[in-house]
Every structure is written in structure tokens, then in C-alpha cells.
């Protein structure tokens, strides 16, 4: 009650010192932090202080009437970062007033209206039962309104406009940001910031140009559908779940004040305030190619030196504007015209017999559209001719992209923005434009690309995100409490163990800070029935499904094929990989170390490993989309292994039976952090039995150091599987059944060197193909042409380059993440690293066909292969053709070591 009649007086009191005593010392602005009704505010009434009136609590910010770049016609009523001059958020951003338009504060709420009285701006109406009491400027830099009882009613943070700052949450529901036409210019331009399930995308007229997760440092935690974004001190985060769990961050270096802002030339940039300016931290799209409009519609980009773009035109088309100052777009050369801005209104295809034909205007060749990255084909499987029919009959349409090897049909739809040269030289993509006769262009088509039109959500790909290195302190720290917690929960945990004890340490008088859960073997044995259902096995034992008390269901592996770890070692091993969490790791729920038994408990994977979807003789066919769904999700998980947590770990056995899928053809990775259960007596045992044949890299073979390249290069194996859907040695295939009219890799290299009697060596098939560009022919046949051309080729010299003999000359799991998700440019392989898999294909192929075992054949082809050239360079060899015989004739089938 007392305070109703406080704010009147304290009101009268603030308005005399505003008005009395301005302008003020700066520091006397602290006193400014809030205002009361009834206040007015114009620029020229504040204008010795630039129009501010109202000041955080420290000057961090203030509140003003402002004119952005010093023009004169355009004031909004603004907060501003005082130390920065940056422009944090702004009202009437679509309707400026004059200098001296004025900013009402009443009971009624805040509006903004020009000298005239013609209203440009206010907040939503305020509910009747309450009133308006103060307008407090936070020291976050929210613009806050009061009631009596200093409950908010209204908050510029719920409104944001292009930019939002730390202490601020983006929301899916109801917010996006906007970018403005220019810095001077605050009008709602025509980007986008707006929300996926799994990420958030910057959009253009209804088409998508980039996502946060292709920035390299974009790094998952979490498949949670994404609900808000923020950014603070340490980086910036997307969350779920009621902003209880981070789905996705980027960690930046410690700052005091950082905004992330969709800026008006279409890039999403973080920066952060550091020695008196501004200083940009991320921006995406890096390639400025990539932005829609940055050559206006139908201009043809390219960077030239320092990320500059340069505008030209297609062959075929001319600059709109008759200066060549001002480019702002093309035109076709001829008297034709495309079709943006006409109007759709009549529901149906533009052509009837009284209108004009439609014709396609060819944008040459090695062309590319920046929102080919985030559709899908419209069509699979047609030719040209029928992609144009289909465009021709679709009002929408104004365009295609063509790829001749696939037969994908793409259709540019809403706009038209600026196109680029193909980051692939040989690309099979053709672009068309659809036009007509001038004289029939519809005039109308005013409002195309309102701002306001809803999202595309059929351009939102499916959920992708890029990993990163992440040392940031925050996970040291996160991890040193999860220790700490699970130390204590251990303690609490400890129970005696079995009868049949053996060791010494039995008495478990140690606690491991960060064990997981502990069972003992009773609990196993019951929860596998008697380990009845086995559902794998590998290098280290059975894995058996189980049904734990609490009804999940596990799968227990038994580790029986490696010597008993000393107790204490074994769990303190469990420690660190029972810390790691990323969701294409295979989560390790709890262990068992009792006696001489050593138990593993995992979380369940329903759909089984990737081996036996992928090289299934029967059944569904596993699609393209998922392969590279998976191929990403791996790569993620070892990203993460090798780089993202606390200690390294290098897998060692990465290999399709390792990959383990669950629905939605999640991958997840399994059996990470095991090589580290053996004890250094054993390490010959490991090199023995690590790694499946086919997936070993050199290094392994010649006693080399192993790092987390070694992974890498197994990595690369698997990713040509995927490709192939078939065992990357594997007897060449004559069956009916995979030719489908479709061209396959049997047909294809019927005179191919990759072949070795009846056996055919993929990686070399891959390696022969890629000098020729041929890479969709690589794809598995069965998938009869269902695939993205674009991405066979990223997966064939992704992983060619992942297969590079030199060790360092393989990329990092991190660089391959960012290289499907397309945030960074794709590797070139380099011929004179690979040569080695003429040899080794070859060799090892023969070792196979004897029947050799398989733990040494390849070895062996690797040893006799060097002994034979004497080098491990083999470019010089390698030209001479003689020195490809092939001449070991047997079609025996080989027994698979799986
Ligand atoms: C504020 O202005 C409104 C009209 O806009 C008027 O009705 C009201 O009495 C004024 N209040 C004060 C405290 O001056
Ligand atoms: C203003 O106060 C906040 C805390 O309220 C502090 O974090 C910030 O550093 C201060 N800024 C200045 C310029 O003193
Ligand atoms: C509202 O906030 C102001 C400033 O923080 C304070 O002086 C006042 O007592 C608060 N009023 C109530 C009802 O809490
Ligand atoms: C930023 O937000 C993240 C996620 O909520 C949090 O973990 C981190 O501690 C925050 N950083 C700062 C400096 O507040
Ligand atoms: C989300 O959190 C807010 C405040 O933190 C709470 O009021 C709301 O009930 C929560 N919603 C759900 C669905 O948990
Ligand atoms: C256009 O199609 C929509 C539904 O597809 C229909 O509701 C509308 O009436 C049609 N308009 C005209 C002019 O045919
Ligand atoms: C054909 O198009 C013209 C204008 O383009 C329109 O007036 C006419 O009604 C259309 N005819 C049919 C059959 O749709
Ligand atoms: C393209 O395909 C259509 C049917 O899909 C066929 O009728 C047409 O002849 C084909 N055109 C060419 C040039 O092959
Ligand atoms: C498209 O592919 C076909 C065969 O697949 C070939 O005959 C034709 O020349 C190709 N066209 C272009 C433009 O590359």
C-alpha cells in the first residue's frame, strides 16, 4: 500500500533532477534507472545526451531515442550498450519517428509515436486489473515495466528484434530473429533465425542457407528437441526441455558482454566486448557465397581474396542495373523473364493453352544454389526433360537444379536468390531457370517474401549437428562434480562381495571416485536368465540381453577373452568410460567385477549392430538417408571420444559390428575405452586381437606409433561400406538381383584392377572411381538410384581421405564431422597416399582366397607388399601397369571372420 503513493513522489523526484540537472555527470545517471509515469522522452529533449534517458544501474546501458549512424531521418526508441554504442534491441523498428516523435511512458503502458501523433509502436495491452508503475533499464540491458508490486508486466527481452544478449532466452515458441536492412535502417529485413527440432536455422523467404550445427565448434550433447537459445559468458546454447538440459553448444573464450545477432547482411555473428569494441567470435555462413541475396537475385558469386564476394552474371544473362556500380542482380539476355513475383493465386500451373510457353535458361555449368544443402530432391530417378515437366506444371516453381549422374530433381521455390560456382569442379549439377515471354509477366506479386511468411518446414533437415573440441574448463568442472557426487553415491553403493572371492583387494576397500553403478554377478546372472539370449560377441567376450529389476532392459557383456585385470585397475578404467556421454556413445550403465568375473552393463540398442542391417541379404534395404544419418552420427562419436572429453580415447576397433542402431538409426558407438581393460602383460594379445581385418590401418602392422588417426583410417573403412552395403573385400557379385538396370560397381569394374580373382578390393574399386568422378556408379545398387550424389561423393573422398597411408595426413574425426555437415570444404585425396591400397587390396585379397587367418592376412599383405617394392612410396611403381598382375584365379568363398 505504502508504495502506491511512494512512486508519485519518487516520480516527481526523478523528474525534477532529469530536468533540472541535465545533463549530468555520467555517473549521475545511475540515478536514471527507472522512470514513472506520466514521462515522455524525445530525441531532442535528451539530445545532450544523444537522446538517452534511462540508464542501468551501473551505465552498462541505456535507453534512448536514437538515430543509428548519425542519419536524420529515422529515430527508434533503442537500448544500447553504453560502452560499445551497440544497438541491443529497438521498438519501432518498422516505423521510425522523427527527431522529434515522441516515447509515452503512462499507466496505459509504453508507445511511440511521430511529431505528428501518429502512432508507430506500443507494447500489447496491459491487462485492465493491473497498471503500469515503473520502466526499469536492468543492468542485463532489459527494458523492464513495472506493476506497483514490481512484478513485470511486459519485457523488451520477450521482443526481441535481431539480436539477443546475454541473460536473454530466445524461445521457439514465438520468437525468432529478424535482421535489419542496414545498420542506419532497423526495418525487418528478409533473414531469418528461427528454430529446428534440432538446431536453429537461418532462413530466406521461405528457404533455408545455414544451421548453427555446421559451425566446427557446434558440439551436441543431447538429441532433446531444441526450445530456446541463449547466450552468456562462456558461449552460446541451445536448450530443451524447459531449458533444463543443453542440446547443443558452442563454447567461447570468458567474456563480460556478448550478443548474438542476426545481422543485415544475412550472417548470424556471437561477438563479444573485449578492449573497447566488438569483437566477432562466430559467423555463420562462414563462405559469403552462401548468404541468399549477397548478389541479388540470380547474381553469380565468388569469393575472391579475403572473403569478398564478387558479383557477376551467369552466361546467358545480364546485370538489372544499367550501371555496373550497382549490381542488384540479373536478368535473362533475351527477351524472356523468369518467373519471381509472379503470383500462384490461380492454384494451377501457369501454362493453359492462351499463355506463353515456358522455357528453361541454362545457368552453365559447375553451378550451385546455397539451398541445395538443405532439401531434399523433389524427385529421384527422372530426366531432364520430366524434372522441367515437373517444374513446368508446379506454379511455385521457379526453377530446377539437375544432377544428370543421380537423376535428382530439385526445385527452387519462393525466390530466387544469388547462385555460386560448385565447391565441386566436376559436379554433374546443372542449373535451369524457368522463364517466360516478357510480355505476359504478371505484374503482381507484391508481398512475396513477407517476412512474415511461415518457414518451410519440409527444407528443415532432418536433426544434424557438428561436434567439437570442447577443453573448456566448464567440463572440467562439470566432470569434477560428477566424480564428486558419484564418489559419494559409490561409497553409499559398496557391498560385499560373492563368496568365490579371489584377489586380495576383494574386500572392495576402495572407493574409485566416479564408478558406476556396481552389480553383483547373482543380479546378472538373473536379470540374462542364466546369460541365455546372447546377441553378440566380440573381441572381448559374449554380449547377452538382459532385463534388469527396474524392468530396462541391458545387454551384459562378459569379458572372458582377456586376462584378469587386477581389480582396482578395472575400475578405475570403468570410471573413465563410465563418465563419457555423448549420444553416439553407447552408454555404460554399470559393471560387475567380482571374483574373476568382469561384467560390463550397457544400455540396450534394439535395432543391433550396423553389420547386419547394412550386409543383410534380405530384408529392408537400409536408405541412403539413414547410411549418412549414421555415417554422421559415428563421426560425431569419435569426434567426441578423441577430442571431447577429458581423457582421449582412442577406440581401436572401429567397425561396422561396433556401430550399434537404435530407432531413427541413431548410431551409437560401442565398446570405446576397452583397450584400456588390458593390462600391459596382455599387450601383444592386443595387437593380435584388436581390430577386424580390413579395418586395421597400416600403422598397426608396421609397429607404428597408434594414435587417434588409426581410428580414423578404420573409420574410412566403414564409411566405404556404407557406400557399397557390401564387406569392402568381398567376392565379386554376379547376382541378378543387384543389377536392376542400374549401373553397380560389378558392372563397372568389370576390367578394374580392384579386382583379384573373384575377389574385389572396394577401397581400390572407390580409389579407381574417384580419378574418373564417377562416384554415384560406387553406391549400393540396391538402393536403385535412391540417393544424393552429392553426398556419395562426400562419403567416398571423406573417407578416401581417412584411408591416406600417412597417419597425419588423415583428417581429424572433428574436420571429418564438419566436412559432412558441409561447414568445411571437403578434403582432396591425395593420390600418392593411397596407392598403397593397390598393394595391400591386392594382397590381401590373395590372403583371403587362401584362407589364411584372418588375424594375419592382413598383416601379411601389407609386409609382403613392402618387401616386394621395397618402399613404402609406391607412386614410382605404380605407373608402370605391370605391375598390377592379376592372377590369382579362385572363386572360393571366403568365411567372413565375423
Ligand atoms: C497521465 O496521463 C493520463 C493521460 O494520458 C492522465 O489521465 C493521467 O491523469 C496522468 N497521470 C498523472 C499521474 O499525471
Ligand atoms: C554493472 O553491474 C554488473 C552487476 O550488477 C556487473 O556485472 C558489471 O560489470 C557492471 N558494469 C560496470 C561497467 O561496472
Ligand atoms: C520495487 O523496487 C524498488 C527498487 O528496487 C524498491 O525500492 C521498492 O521497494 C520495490 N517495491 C516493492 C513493492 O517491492
Ligand atoms: C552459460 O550457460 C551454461 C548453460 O546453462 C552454463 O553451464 C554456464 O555456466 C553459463 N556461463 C556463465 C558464465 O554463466
Ligand atoms: C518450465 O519452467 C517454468 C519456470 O522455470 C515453469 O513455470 C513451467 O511450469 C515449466 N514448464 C514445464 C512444462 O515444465
Ligand atoms: C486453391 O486451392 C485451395 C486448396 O488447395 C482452395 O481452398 C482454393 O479455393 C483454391 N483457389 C482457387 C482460386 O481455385
Ligand atoms: C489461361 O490463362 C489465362 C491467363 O493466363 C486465364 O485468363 C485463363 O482463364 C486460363 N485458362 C484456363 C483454362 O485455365
Ligand atoms: C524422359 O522420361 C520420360 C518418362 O519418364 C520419357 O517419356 C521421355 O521420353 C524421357 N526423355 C528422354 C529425353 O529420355
Ligand atoms: C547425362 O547422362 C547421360 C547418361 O547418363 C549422358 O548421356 C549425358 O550426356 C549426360 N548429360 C550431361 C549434360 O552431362
Not at 481 to 505: C, P, Q, T
Not at 607 to 617: E, I, M, N, P
Request: charged fraction near 20%.
Amino acid at each position: 500500500m505504502a508504495n502506491s503513493s511512494v512512486f508519485p513522489s519518487l516520480f516527481f523526484f526523478f523528474f525534477l533532477l532529469l530536468v533540472s540537472h541535465n545533463p549530468l555527470p555520467a555517473s549521475a545517471y545511475s540515478f536514471t534507472e527507472f522512470v514513472f509515469p506520466n514521462f515522455t522522452a524525445t530525441n531532442v529533449r535528451f539530445i545532450d545526451n544523444g537522446g538517452a534517458f534511462l540508464f542501468s544501474r551501473n551505465g552498462s546501458f541505456k535507453a534512448a531515442i536514437s538515430n543509428p549512424g548519425g542519419q536524420q531521418t529515422r529515430f527508434y526508441l533503442c537500448v544500447i550498450h553504453s560502452a560499445s554504442g551497440t544497438v541491443i534491441w529497438s521498438a519501432n523498428r518498422d516505423g521510425p519517428i522523427s527527431n522529434s516523435g515522441t516515447m509515452a511512458f503512462t499507466r496505459d503502458g509504453i508507445s511511440v509515436s511521430d511529431h505528428d501523433g501518429s502512432p508507430k509502436w506500443s507494447i500489447p495491452t496491459i491487462p485492465k486489473s493491473s497498471a503500469a508503475a515503473a520502466l526499469q533499464l536492468t543492468e542485463s540491458g532489459n527494458l523492464v515495466l513495472l506493476d506497483k508490486s514490481n512484478a513485470s508486466l511486459w519485457e523488451s527481452f520477450d521482443d526481441p528484434a535481431d539480436t539477443i544478449v546475454a541473460g536473454q532466452i530466445l524461445r521457439k515458441n514465438g520468437n525468432a530473429l529478424f535482421s535489419s536492412v542496414s545498420g542506419e535502417d532497423f526495418s525487418t529485413g528478409d533473414y531469418r533465425l528461427a528454430f529446428s527440432d534440432s538446431d536453429v536455422i537461418l532462413g530466406w523467404r521461405g528457404q533455408s542457407y545455414w544451421k548453427l550445427s555446421m559451425d566446427p565448434r557446434a558440439y551436441t550433447d543431447s538429441t532433446s528437441p531444441v526450445e530456446s537459445m541463449a547466450v552468456n559468458g562462456t558461449g552460446l546454447f541451445l536448450f530443451g526441455r524447459n531449458g533444463s538440459i543443453v542440446v547443443a553448444r558452442v563454447a567461447l573464450p570468458p567474456a563480460d558482454f556478448r550478443i548474438a545477432r542476426l545481422a543485415s547482411s544475412g550472417q548470424f555473428i556471437v561477438s563479444s566486448f573485449s578492449h573497447g569494441g566488438m569483437k566477432e567470435e562466430l559467423d555463420g555462413p562462414n563462405n559469403v557465397c552462401q548468404i541468399p541475396s549477397i548478389c541479388g537475385e540470380i547474381g553469380w558469386c565468388s569469393v575472391s581474396t579475403g572473403n569478398n564476394p564478387t558479383c557477376q552474371c551467369p552466361p546467358g544473362f545480364r546485370s538489372k542495373a544499367s550501371n555496373s556500380d550497382s549490381f542488384n542482380g540479373c536478368v535473362p539476355s533475351d527477351s524472356s523473364s523468369s518467373l519471381v513475383g509472379s503470383s500462384c493465386s490461380n492454384n494451377g500451373s501457369q501454362v493453359n493453352s492462351s499463355s506463353p510457353p515456358i522455357s528453361y535458361l541454362s545457368l552453365g555449368n559447375g553451378m550451385d544454389y546455397f539451398a541445395l544443402d538443405f532439401s531434399q530432391p523433389t524427385k529421384y530417378a527422372l530426366n531432364l526433360s520430366a524434372c522441367q515437366e515437373f517444374c513446368t506444371t508446379d506454379c511455385a516453381c521457379l526453377g530446377i537444379f539437375y544432377d544428370n549422374s543421380s537423376g535428382s530433381c530439385y526445385t527452387i521455390e519462393n525466390d530466387l536468390g544469388s547462385f555460386m560456382s560448385s565447391r565441386d569442379r566436376d559436379s554433374d549439377q546443372v542449373g535451369y531457370i524457368k522463364t517466360v515471354e516478357s510480355a505476359d509477366k504478371s505484374s503482381s506479386g507484391g508481398n512475396r517474401g513477407s517476412v512474415n511468411e511461415t518457414h518451410n518446414r519440409k527444407q528443415f533437415p532432418l536433426a544434424a549437428l557438428v561436434l567439437l573440441p570442447c577443453i573448456a574448463v566448464a567440463v572440467v568442472l562439470a566432470a569434477g562434480l560428477v566424480w564428486w557426487r558419484r564418489w559419494k553415491i559409490a561409497g553409499e553403493k559398496v557391498r560385499l562381495s560373492h563368496a568365490n572371492s579371489f584377489s586380495s583387494d576383494e574386500m572392495d576397500a576402495f572407493y574409485i571416485p566416479g564408478l558406476p553403478q556396481r552389480f553383483d554377478y547373482e543380479e546378472l546372472d538373473e536379470a540374462t536368465d542364466r546369460f541365455k539370449m546372447q546377441i553378440g560377441s566380440g573381441g572381448f567376450g559374449s554380449v547377452y540381453k538382459g532385463v534388469l529389476s527396474d524392468k530396462s532392459v541391458v545387454a551384459v557383456k562378459k569379458i572372458t577373452n582377456v586376462g584378469i585385470q587386477g581389480k582396482r585397475d578395472f575400475c578405475t578404467e570403468i570410471a573413465i568410460i563410465g563418465n563419457v556421454h555423448h549420444v553416439n556413445l553407447v552408454k555404460l550403465r554399470g559393471f560387475c567385477a567380482q571374483g574373476r568375473q568382469r561384467l560390463l552393463v550397457y544400455e540396450y540398442m534394439n535395432r543391433g549392430s550396423l553389420d547386419r542391417t547394412l550386409f543383410a541379404s534380405s530384408g529392408p534395404v537400409l536408405e541412403w538417408q539413414e547410411r549418412f544419418e549414421i555415417a554422421l552420427g559415428t563421426a560425431r562419436g569419435l569426434a567426441y571420444l578423441h577430442t571431447g572429453c577429458e581423457h582421449k580415447i582412442i577406440h581401436c576397433d572401429v567397425k561396422p559390428e561396433n556401430i550399434l542402431l537404435q530407432d531413427q538409426f541413431q548410431a551409437k558407438i560401442s565398446d570405446f575405452g576397452l583397450s584400456k581393460l588390458l593390462g600391459p602383460e596382455q599387450s601383444s594379445l592386443f595387437t593380435t586381437m584388436r581390430g577386424t581385418r580390413g579395418y586395421l590401418a597400416p600403422e598397426w602392422l608396421t609397429n607404428s606409433a597408434i594414435s587417434e588417426k588409426t581410428d580414423v583410417y578404420s573409420y574410412g573403412m566403414v564409411l566405404l561400406e556404407l557406400v557399397s552395403g557390401r564387406k569392402n573385400c568381398s567376392i565379386k557379385s554376379a547376382s541378378p538381383s543387384q543389377g536392376g538396370g542400374h549401373s553397380t560397381t560389378t558392372t563397372t569394374t568389370s576390367s578394374s584392377s580392384a579386382q583379384f580373382g573373384g575377389m574385389v578390393y572396394f577401397p581400390l574399386v572407390a580409389l579407381e572411381m574417384h580419378e574418373q568422378r564417377r562416384y554415384v556408379e560406387l553406391a549400393d545398387a540396391r538402393l536403385e538410384g535412391r540417393v544424393r550424389s552429392e553426398e556419395v561423393e562426400k562419403l567416398v573422398r571423406v573417407a578416401l581421405c581417412c584411408v591416406h597411408e600417412e597417419p597425419c595426413l588423415r583428417p581429424s574425426m572433428v574436420s571429418v564431422v564438419g566436412m559432412l555437415e558441409g561447414g568445411i570444404s571437403l578434403g582432396e585425396p591425395r593420390m600418392e597416399s593411397l596407392n598403397f591400397l593397390r598393394f595391400y587390396g591386392r594382397r590381401f585379397a590373395e590372403a583371403s582366397i587362401l584362407g589364411e587367418d584372418g588375424n594375419n592376412e592382413q598383416r601379411e599383405a601389407l609386409l609382403n607388399s613392402r618387401q616386394e617394392y621395397g618402399t613404402s612410396n609406391y607412386s614410382s611403381t605404380i605407373s608402370d601397369p605391370q605391375y598390377i598382375p592379376l592372377s590369382f584365379i579362385s572363386s572360393q568363398q571366403i568365411s567372413g571372420p565375423r
